[in-house]
């Protein structure tokens, strides 16, 4: 639900009209089914074979703390700095970090409550994910699913409740007016407490455009044994570049109820709107155009204090096709097992995001670290820097980046976080096997130390393969 996004809910058509009515039959059926609902503080699905885990908060915390502030960011007030007021969507609340809207319950959840003061003025919050690197790797799959209730209310006294999970395209960052074309993810969105979730990809133009803005091209299902609003439910997109033709596919407790192909649009929509990371939103806003569409809201008979309940959020990837890394994590080695001043292959990480393996054509052959990008990294454990410090970092780097796109490798010890120890700038090579070796300075380092390698660029494309890396004194 950024800014400009949400307009899209003041609906050009009767279908929205159509479909909901339709939805509500279905509602009427499924409340009335019985189901026993696993606990409401469930911990997150083991990680299944052939996947990696590469993000996951349980909520896990003191009742009335925060969020993990090293995950989440709060976004408050009424939109971004310089974009536009009530995030563009029409919607009244002002977003806080107040405990009162959003909180762990310590029991294992995530709590974004709507409150109304005695002005008659409401608040709520919206919590994002710092990283936005979240896509899939070449030929792979990218899986983002949370376990969520909805505020459980329901008739008129939800009139304008709109919660909603959902990811955005990293580029709307610091712009705040690139949408649709940056893309948008809309895991599950509910209005008025229809016993209801709508799933929809957003791309391309608006008004009208490739992806019928400013409705986009959704799908909608019902909650089956408990409603939305009475129990917990998993909602999932699977992002699947392992396809002949790449697609999104929206689940409901396991049910794929909702896919958008790539040959659905143009491919240079398509492309706009992927090739870049995501970030991760949880909120819930009150009034907007998405609930103009459903009869409005909220109003004097609506009741605050009705939280969306999340229980965990989780990501996965899958790796596909020939640059398919081992099922298994690589084994970390013991402290020192790694000799900083021996070739350190690329591949060999112990943990990582947003990148993918391939064959090399390099001198020695094997693999190669490819599609990095902004906010990509990897991490090496146990890296022995001996006691004679370390003062170069060497990597042997290729890029097919197009004109103006480039972008940094970054050396950093111990943590993300950590202020790189020494970096360099790289740009085309010639080609994503035009192999070179790159020297850098870096700080004095010695001593063991775990070593991240982190990638940064003003850009969101691609800008570096890496084949491997090592120090020198």
């Not at 008739?155 to 409740?161: E, H, I």
């Not at 491919?267 to 709107?273: M, P």
């Given at each position: 639900m950024p800014e400009t996004p949400r307009r899209r809910r003041r609906p050009d058509t009767?279908?929205?009209?159509?479909?909901?009515?339709?939805?509500?039959?279905?509602?009427?059926?499924?409340?009335?089914?019985?189901?026993?609902?696993?606990?409401?503080?469930?911990?997150?699905?083991?990680?299944?074979?052939?996947?990696?885990?590469v993000f996951l908060d349980d909520f896990n915390g003191a009742a009335g703390s925060g969020v993990n502030t090293t995950d989440w960011q709060y976004t408050t007030g009424r939109g971004y700095p310089g974009g536009p007021t009530g995030f563009g969507t029409g919607e009244i609340e002002t977003m806080t970090a107040d405990p009162a809207n959003v909180s762990l319950d310590g029991a294992g959840n995530l709590k974004i409550t709507p409150r109304r003061d005695a002005a008659g003025n409401w608040t709520s919050a919206r919590v994002e994910s710092r990283r936005s690197d979240f896509?899939?790797?070449?030929?792979?799959?990218?899986?983002?699913?949370?376990?969520?209730?909805?505020?459980?209310?329901?008739?008129?006294?939800?009139?304008?409740?709109?919660?909603?999970?959902?990811?955005?395209g990293a580029p709307y960052r610091g712009n705040w007016w690139n949408w649709p074309g940056i893309g948008e993810l809309d895991i599950m969105e509910n209005v008025q407490g229809l016993n209801n979730e709508w799933a929809t990809m957003h791309c391309g133009t608006s008004p009208g455009g490739p992806c019928n803005e400013t409705s986009g091209i959704g799908g909608q299902r019902a909650c089956t044994?408990?409603?939305?609003?009475?129990?917990?439910?998993?909602?999932?997109?699977?992002?699947?570049?392992?396809?002949?033709?790449?697609?999104?596919?929206?689940?409901?407790?396991?049910?794929?109820?909702?896919?958008?192909?790539a040959?659905?649009?143009?491919?240079?929509?398509?492309?706009?709107?992927?090739d870049h990371g995501y970030f991760i939103i949880l909120n819930?806003?009150?009034?907007?155009?998405?609930?103009?569409?459903?009869?409005?809201?909220?109003?004097?008979?609506?009741?605050?204090?009705?939280p969306m309940v999340v229980d965990?959020?989780?990501?996965?990837?899958?790796?596909?096709?020939?640059?398919?890394?081992p099922t298994t994590p690589p084994t970390t080695p013991p402290?020192?097992?790694?000799?900083?001043?021996?070739?350190?292959?690329?591949?060999?990480?112990?943990?990582?995001?947003?990148?993918?393996?391939?064959?090399?054509?390099?001198?020695?052959?094997?693999?190669?670290?490819?599609?990095?990008?902004?906010?990509?990294?990897?991490?090496?454990?146990?890296?022995?820097?001996?006691?004679?410090?370390?003062?170069?970092?060497?990597?042997?780097?290729?890029?097919?980046?197009?004109?103006?796109?480039?972008?940094l490798v970054e050396v950093r010890l111990d943590s993300r976080s950590s202020a790189p120890v020494g970096s360099f700038s790289v740009a085309g090579?010639?080609?994503?096997?035009?192999?070179?070796?790159?020297?850098?300075?870096?700080s004095a380092v010695t001593g063991t130390h775990d070593v991240y390698l982190t990638f940064t660029s003003g850009q969101p494309a691609d800008f570096v393969n890496v084949n491997w890396f090592d120090f020198g004194h």
């Open positions: 009767r279908r929205s009209v159509i479909a909901a009515l339709g939805a509500m039959a279905v509602a009427v059926a499924a409340a009335a089914a019985v189901a026993v609902t696993p606990p409401a503080n469930a911990a997150a699905p083991p990680t299944p074979a052939g996947w990696t885990r896509r899939p790797p070449a030929g792979g799959t990218l899986r983002t699913e949370a376990r969520i209730q909805m505020p459980n209310v329901t008739g008129a006294a939800a009139k304008g409740y709109w919660p909603a999970f959902w990811m955005l044994g408990t409603t939305c609003q009475a129990g917990f439910h998993t909602y999932a997109v699977e992002w699947d570049r392992s396809t002949a033709v790449e697609e999104m596919r929206f689940y409901l407790d396991g049910v794929n109820f909702h896919t958008v192909k040959n659905q649009v143009d491919a240079a929509t398509w492309a706009n709107a992927t819930v806003a009150m009034g907007g155009g998405f609930p103009d569409a459903f009869g409005g809201g909220p109003d004097a008979g609506t009741e605050p204090g009705h965990y959020v989780s990501v996965l990837q899958k790796p596909g096709g020939a640059t398919t890394p402290s020192g097992a790694r000799d900083a001043y021996a070739a350190i292959q690329a591949e060999s990480y112990d943990d990582q995001a947003g990148t993918a393996k391939e064959t090399t054509s390099d001198t020695g052959g094997g693999q190669d670290l490819a599609s990095l990008a902004n906010g990509d990294w990897a991490l090496y454990r146990g890296v022995d820097f001996g006691a004679s410090a370390a003062r170069q970092f060497y990597a042997r780097v290729a890029s097919g980046a197009a004109g103006g796109v480039s972008g090579t010639g080609g994503w096997q035009s192999w070179r070796t790159v020297p850098a300075n870096i």
